[in-house]
């Protein structure tokens, strides 16, 4: 069967698209789409290894795909949650799913067809494939915005993103800067009304036709640690029975895809165990957190420095951009030694811009996109002191 | 046992059809041929013509570079055939070989009692020259250099290898030989894995430097030996050497004969009885896996599947080369191939099933699995590359032609097959070998 489809497309397809067919400019989209399908049966090309490891870069995109997808189906499941318990209305359990896959499937579908929109129209013009990159991005930039927030504008940061993000740097493995975050970024600043506040990140808070019960507030545990340390409350305005407990669980409102650190675990679980995502920038990226948290506490200069720094490890999109978007290979550090610093300042100054600024109560993707910045020159130094061991053998040799 | 050095970082990759400790008799082949794409950086200049008569260690072309390299006829016969590729290149001289092999004379000495120039002009002469390699730049050596030491590693960790040991059973005393003919030109490095039992050719060889190492491949690779025991800072230069090849130094001071024949592993998935055979170097394929492929598409490497050379059932074994593998080429589509869990297909990566079975042997056939991409993943390299050299960084210095950034990143002391496993594991399928090669021949153009 597989093999007759292949025949069908080698044979009746693909020559429309060769050079002389009439859809040859079109051959890197073809390409795109027939690889998709069919990983080509390309063999080794006689010099050099004539054996290949069984991976390949669309593999592992789509393992951290796979990885995303708990974080996915709890955020639609927790979008209707929030809805609800802010209406106040009844709803069974597949009522809030349902509610939420209708409000989330459209931004994921959106962000999709913005972003490999631009990746084919890029690969046509400069005549390269489509590479894979964007399977991941596209995944993450929904995961990482506001509920509410209009379609329009993902399609404009994603297109954004893409564009100044990547393509101008040379594509996929050339960006400097993390894509989704970039998309990110680019809503946080341009739109922020749309991007803070306490109505975005509940199903409906924007939409004045929703009613909300008495109390209802939507602030995040974030927006409420301004003020205080404890006694955070949820959408309807009634205390957390275990605040910690419900934001590990990600019964809290929040982006999308960042509220359940539970599910996260789940995703770093898969890219840990295939080993696509790098255990060393996950580890000293909660390290570095925790000892931020750590030395606030014993600061304590205001309720916000008092928030226990476990906490800091559960709320805010601290786990999720830890997990997915620190750990983006194009963007962080890239010697061994690099990851560690580079993970651990992103913990350090991640919580430090939360705690510092409220205005930006997610610190943790400019420290992101500030150590994405700063990768080159971490791997520098590393690769400085690897130059410097040899050359003072050479110069021992010399002498 | 003096100090082990144990090497972590690598993989061993298990294939199907080891070649079984069974030495077995190949006739004589009717062709053999020399195949002077088998020496990178050399240009050759011919000085027979199809028709001459030729002894064994009678010269068929020198080095237009350096005349004092010669190469020679592994048998005596007649030049049958001078087969060139694109732009005129030679790439083998065919020679139809005589039933008996006459032989060149060149004495027979005691190397111990000759001088260091009388024995590189007997190795120059007799064509044996070719097999002293040197770092940097991973090519012939130059017989007027000085190097600083000359390494043998006596185990090759490559897949389905040859075992050295079986090879060498016996032979200790040439062997020794040969090694007393290297000791007059440089001090020299022997490397024993010391998890196998090695022969007693090499722990009990005089006038050498032992060393212990351990680990997976490449803990072979006399690069990596290299780098551990005797690292190469610019502007000095080590020579290898491999064991076979010391034998056939050894034989030359025994006999004065330059005596080609050498033991070759036949081994792979697609070979019915993988064992070792007694044959002489060039061999035709056609002579050497007579009646013992299996039926199928398959690819003939001469070498292993790391680093060898696809040459197909017409073509030769290579000079350097111990071992012949035969694996199915492969080359079908798969559908959704980059979800399916691919029991067989090998990965250092836990992306597949395959880490599950970790002893589990593969027949891997010559597939990419997959396209060439921008560098992506980071740290993959470093997995395989027991090295204190950053692998990629190295990589791209070399893809953007940047001369000081590849000397201070270390380029002299590797050489391509020392990349072979990153480019096996590479995500990305870039063809580092390929790259590292040409780094090695750009910058050798402009150091000269």
Not at chain 2, 311 to 331: H, K, R
Not at chain 2, 399 to 404: F, K, L, P, Q
Request: charged share 20%.
């Amino acid at each position: 069967m597989s093999n007759a489809i292949h025949k069908f497309l080698e044979n009746n397809v693909k020559p429309n698209f060769d050079e002389g067919g009439k859809l040859e400019k079109y051959l890197p989209a073809y390409d795109a789409l027939e690889t998709f399908l069919f990983v080509p049966g390309h063999t080794t090309n006689g010099k050099g290894s004539h054996i290949r490891d069984g991976i390949d870069m669309k593999r592992t995109m789509i393992m951290v795909v796979l990885a995303m997808v708990p974080a996915l189906l709890f955020g639609m499941w927790n979008t209707g949650y929030q809805h609800f318990l802010a209406t106040g209305e009844a709803y069974t359990f597949m009522d809030a799913f349902l509610y939420g896959a209708l409000k989330v499937l459209p931004l994921v579908v959106v962000s999709y067809a913005a972003g490999l929109g631009v990746e084919f129209v890029f690969a046509i013009i400069n005549k390269h494939q489509v590479a894979e990159g964007f399977l991941v991005s596209g995944m993450l930039i929904p995961l990482c915005l506001p509920v509410e927030i209009p379609l329009w504008m993902v399609a404009a940061a994603t297109i954004f993103a893409v564009i100044i993000g990547k393509e101008v740097f040379g594509g996929t493995g050339m960006n400097i800067l993390n894509v989704a975050l970039t998309a990110r970024a680019f809503l946080f600043f341009a739109y922020p009304t749309w991007m803070s506040g306490d109505k975005v990140w509940i199903g409906g808070g924007m939409d004045e036709s929703v009613a909300y019960a008495d109390g209802s507030t939507g602030a995040t545990i974030l927006a409420q640690a301004t003020e205080k340390s404890s006694g955070f409350v949820d959408a309807a305005g009634v205390a957390y029975g275990d605040s910690f407990m419900s934001a590990f669980l990600g019964l809290i409102p929040g982006s999308v895809g960042e509220t359940s650190t539970l599910a996260i675990m789940i995703g770093a679980a898969i890219l840990l165990i295939t080993g696509i995502a790098s255990w060393k920038i996950m580890f000293s990226g909660i390290l570095g957190a925790y000892v931020m948290g750590l030395l606030f506490n014993l600061w304590g200069a205001n309720p916000f420095m008092e928030v226990p720094a476990h906490m800091h490890l559960v709320i805010g999109g601290f786990a999720f951009g830890i997990v997915f978007m620190a750990t983006d290979p194009v963007s962080a550090a890239q010697t061994a030694t690099g990851k560690y610093i580079y993970g651990f300042l992103i913990g350090f100054l991640g919580i430090m811009i939360r705690v510092f600024n409220p205005a930006y109560p997610e610190g943790i993707m400019l420290a992101i996109l500030f150590m994405n910045v700063m990768a080159p020159l971490i791997d520098h130094y590393v690769l400085e002191a690897n130059i410097k061991r040899r050359q003072k053998r050479t110069m021992a040799v010399a002498a | 046992m003096s100090k082990v050095l144990r090497i972590k970082k690598g993989a061993n990759i298990k294939l199907v059809g080891g070649a079984e400790k069974i030495l077995a008799d190949v006739p004589m082949p009717s062709t053999v041929a020399v195949k002077p794409t088998d020496f990178e950086g050399t240009t050759p200049k011919l000085v027979v013509k199809v028709g001459d008569e030729v002894k064994a260690g009678s010269t068929l072309y020198y080095n237009k570079d350096n005349d004092q390299i010669k190469f020679t006829s592994p048998v005596s016969g007649e030049v049958a055939e001078v087969k060139r590729g694109a732009k005129r290149v030679i790439e083998e001289i065919v020679i139809v070989a005589d039933k008996e092999i006459k032989y060149e004379d060149f004495g027979a000495s005691n190397p111990t009692s000759e001088s260091r120039e009388a024995i590189i002009e007997k190795l120059c002469k007799s064509g044996l020259w070719p097999f002293i390699k040197q770092r940097p730049y991973d090519v012939i050596a130059k017989p007027n250099d000085t190097p600083k030491a000359i390494f043998i590693s006596a185990f090759d960790s490559a897949p389905l290898a040859p075992d050295n040991d079986y090879i060498l059973d016996g032979k200790s005393a040439t062997f020794q030989m040969g090694v007393d003919a290297l000791a007059k030109l440089a001090e020299v490095h022997l490397t024993v894995n010391s998890a196998a039992k090695a022969d007693e050719a090499f722990l009990q060889a005089k006038n050498v430097i032992l060393h212990f190492i351990e680990g997976p491949h490449p803990a072979g690779n006399v690069g990596v030996q290299i780098h551990h025991f005797a690292p190469i800072s610019k502007g000095e230069v080590v020579w290898t050497i491999k064991p076979q090849d010391v034998l056939a130094i050894g034989k030359l001071f025994e006999t004065g004969k330059y005596d080609a024949s050498r033991t070759v592993a036949v081994s792979g998935a697609q070979i019915k009885t993988p064992k070792y055979f007694r044959t002489i170097q060039g061999v035709s394929m056609k002579t050497l896996l007579e009646g013992n492929l299996k039926e199928g598409n398959n690819r003939i490497i001469s070498g292993n599947v790391l680093t060898g050379d696809k040459i197909g059932a017409e073509g030769y074994l290579g000079f350097y080369d111990y071992q012949v593998t035969v694996i199915p080429e492969g080359g079908e589509a798969q559908m959704f191939g980059w979800i399916t869990p691919n029991p067989g297909k090998f990965s250092i990566s836990r992306a597949l099933v395959s880490w599950l079975s970790p002893n589990k042997q593969y027949n891997l056939d010559a597939n990419m699995n997959g396209e060439e991409r921008p560098f992506v993943v980071t740290e993959e390299y470093d997995k395989v590359f027991p090295f204190d050299i950053y692998p990629v960084q190295l990589v791209k210095a070399i893809m953007v032609d940047d001369i000081e950034l590849m000397e201070n990143l270390g380029i002299y002391e590797v050489a391509p097959e020392d990349f072979a496993l990153c480019e096996t594991v590479c995500t990305s399928k870039i063809p580092t070998q390929t790259i590292v090669r040409n780094g090695l021949a750009m910058l050798r153009e402009e150091m000269s």
